[in-house]
C-alpha cells in the first residue's frame, strides 16, 4: 500500500488526487465583466450539491476572472462540455488576459439568457443561469486560508436541447458529456456498454428501456 501525507509530498510521478477523485463534470462557467467582457473557461472542480433549490458549484485555484466576475455581478452560466465541443472548451483555458472574450477566441456563439446577465454557450446542449449564494475562500484543517475559491450558485434556469431529451427523460449519453480526468491532458467519456444500473434498497422498480 502506497500511503504518504499530501503536505509532505506523494513520491510519484505525478500528484496522484486529481485521478482518483475522477472523472469529473467540467465546470464550463461563463460570466460577464462590468464593462460588458466576456469570459468563458473551464474548471475541473465542479458538480452539483442540491436538489431543492438545485445548487451547483465550482472552485477556482487562484483569484481568477470567473470568481471575480461572478462575485461582482452576482451571476454565471454553467454550460455542458460536451465530447463535440472539447477543443472549443480546451481553447478557452488559454492563460489570457481579463480583456479577451474567450468566446470569440474559440469560435463559440454567446446566447442570451433569461434570467441572469452572462450568456450560454449557444453550441452546449445543456446550460444552467445561477445566481450567486455564496463565494467561499477555502482553508486548510488549520483554518489557514488557501489560494482557492469556491463560487456556489442556484440555478435559476435549466436550458436543454430538445435532442438530449427522450421519452421525456434527460439522455446523458445523448449529451455526450466530456469528464475531466488526472494528469495534464487526460478526459474520459461515456458509453452504453459501460452502463450498470443499481436500484436503493426499498425503491420502486426503475423500468428498462
Known amino acids: 500500500m502506497h500511503s504518504y501525507q499530501p503536505r509532505e509530498g506523494h513520491r510519484l510521478a505525478h500528484d496522484p488526487l486529481n485521478s ?6 467540467i465546470g464550463w462557467v461563463s460570466t460577464a465583466a462590468a464593462d460588458g467582457t466576456l469570459n468563458l473557461a473551464p474548471y ?8 431543492s433549490p438545485p445548487i451547483v458549484g465550482f472552485s477556482s ?18 454550460n455542458l462540455a460536451s465530447v463535440a465541443l472539447a477543443e472549443p472548451m480546451n ?23 433569461q434570467l441572469v446577465g452572462p450568456p450560454r454557450v449557444a453550441e452546449s446542449p445543456v446550460a444552467f443561469e445561477c445566481r450567486v449564494t455564496r463565494v467561499q475562500r477555502l482553508t486548510d484543517a488549520a483554518q489557514r486560508e488557501v489560494d482557492a475559491w469556491l463560487v456556489l450558485g442556484e440555478v435559476v434556469v435549466v436550458h436543454l436541447d430538445e435532442r438530449v431529451i427522450v421519452d421525456g427523460v434527460f439522455d446523458t449519453l445523448a449529451a455526450d458529456p466530456l469528464l475531466r ?27 428498462r428501456s
Do not use: C, H
Open 61 to 78: 485555484t487562484g483569484w481568477k476572472d470567473s470568481v471575480a466576475n461572478a462575485e461582482a455581478s452576482g451571476e454565471f452560466v454553467w
Open 91 to 113: 481553447l478557452t483555458s488559454a492563460p489570457v488576459g481579463p480583456e479577451v472574450d474567450e468566446f470569440a477566441l474559440a469560435g463559440l456563439t454567446p446566447a442570451p439568457s
Open 181 to 207: 480526468a488526472g494528469g495534464p491532458a487526460d478526459y474520459f467519456t461515456l458509453g452504453a456498454e459501460r452502463r450498470l444500473r443499481m436500484q436503493r434498497p426499498g425503491a420502486d422498480p426503475v423500468p
Open 44 to 51: 475541473s472542480f465542479f458538480n452539483l450539491f442540491n436538489y
Open 20 to 25: 482518483i477523485v475522477a472523472p469529473r463534470p
